[in-house]
């Protein structure tokens, strides 16, 4: 399967910290537009905050 994500989407899925988002998009083929990269690292700090995910495992740049 084949996914195109936008960063809503991407931001949604790791603020809800939802095993079934990982689960997905490990196995699927995601795609998403460069420029995501570029806004995750400009909300990192936002999105660790919302997140259970600690510093170490965010690493978008």
Request: hydrophobic share 45%; net charge negative.
């Amino acid at each position: 399967m084949k996914i195109v994500l936008d960063s809503n989407i991407l931001f949604s899925a790791l603020i809800s910290g939802k095993e079934l988002y990982a689960d997905i998009f490990k196995s699927a083929e995601c795609y998403v537009p460069d420029f995501i990269f570029k806004e995750l690292s400009k909300y990192q700090e936002e999105i660790i905050k919302k997140t259970k995910l600690k510093e170490e495992f965010i690493s978008f740049t």
